[in-house]
């Protein structure tokens, strides 16, 4: 069984920066899909963005511009830079595989946007 443990979250004010790091255990980390995702409050879990095993990226739109995502096979970890961040983008921030079946969730991480 794959684990994925998020980490990077915080508090930051609109227009700050954060970078999330999601660490995955197992063997076939370098040939699979990952993707991040949010749930804000009362909201259901959405997609943000995804990365192949040879570095193709697609985006939701509301993030296009601002976010980066990117991933280290060495390192079992995908990233998430995310760039004048908006209080829209305060959410409970997961990663997890980018196709079907998906892994456990993990605990996610909390970013907040707030002056």
């Known amino acids: 069984q794959v684990h994925v443990v998020e980490s990077g979250g915080g508090l930051v004010q609109p227009g700050g920066s954060l970078r999330l790091s999601c660490a995955a255990s197992?063997?076939?980390?370098?040939?699979?899909?990952m993707g991040w995702y949010r749930q804000a409050p009362g909201k259901q879990r959405l997609f943000v963005a995804s990365?192949?095993?040879?570095?193709?990226?697609t985006y939701t739109d509301s993030v296009k511009g601002r976010f980066t995502i990117s991933r280290d096979n060495a390192q079992n970890t995908v990233y998430l830079q995310m760039n004048s961040l908006k209080p829209e983008d305060t959410a409970v921030y997961y990663c997890?595989?980018?196709?079907?079946?998906?892994?456990?969730w993990g605990q996610g991480t909390q970013v907040t946007v707030s002056s």
């Open positions: 997890n595989k980018a196709t079907f079946p998906l892994y456990s």
């Open positions: 197992g063997s076939t980390f370098g040939t699979t899909a």
């Open positions: 990365i192949t095993s040879v570095g193709r990226t």
